[in-house]
């Protein structure tokens, strides 16, 4: 499969909106337009943020989403993916693969030398993803409590 790997632009975000609609299920433009921001913005010495899409003729077909954050919980500088998607009909055709190995190589160009991303514990398509790209069980461990 031929495609190219851009930094994302503006014009990019109905692509991005659609092609995480087929896998979240749930059509939500205004979050998208809203979080994207944040991405289309330039990087400072602050902020590291992180945006790229794969594009195949002229179309994207896959983005991913990453920034470098620190101290939370303790934790030194490390990238975190926030989010991925691939259109399906791209799928394991190395689309995910390249944007992944594309953001760790940027985080670590600038230094960061962890990245890591939450992903569902039932949603074994992802979690395959993400160990199959090398990514094992962190130090931190998500609590939550029911209100």
């Known amino acids: 499969m031929d495609f190219t790997l851009r930094k994302i632009r503006g014009d990019d975000r109905d692509a991005i909106i659609a092609i995480d609609?087929?896998?979240?299920g749930d059509h939500k433009p205004d979050y998208?337009?809203?979080?994207?921001?944040?991405?289309?913005?330039?990087?400072s010495?602050?902020?590291?943020?992180?945006?790229?899409?794969?594009?195949?003729?002229?179309e994207v077909v896959g983005y991913i989403l990453a920034e470098g954050r620190a101290w939370e919980f303790g934790s030194p500088l490390c990238g975190?993916?926030?989010?991925?998607?691939?259109?399906p009909d791209c799928g394991r055709k190395g689309v995910g693969l390249a944007l992944c190995q594309e953001v760790c190589r940027k985080f670590k160009s600038l230094g960061v030398n962890?990245?890591?991303t939450m992903v569902r514990r039932d949603d074994i398509d992802v979690l395959s993803f993400f160990r199959a790209s090398g990514f094992r069980a962190g130090p931190f461990i998500e609590l939550e409590l029911e209100i």
Not at 35 to 41: A, D, S
Not at 45 to 58: C, D, M, N, S
Not at 80 to 87: K, S, T
């Open 80 to 87: 975190w993916i926030f989010a991925i998607g691939v259109n």
């Open 45 to 58: 010495k602050q902020q590291i943020i992180l945006g790229y899409v794969a594009v195949l003729e002229g």
């Open 114 to 116: 962890t990245v890591r």
């Open 21 to 24: 609609a087929i896998h979240s």
């Open 32 to 43: 998208w337009h809203d979080r994207l921001r944040t991405f289309l913005k330039k990087s």
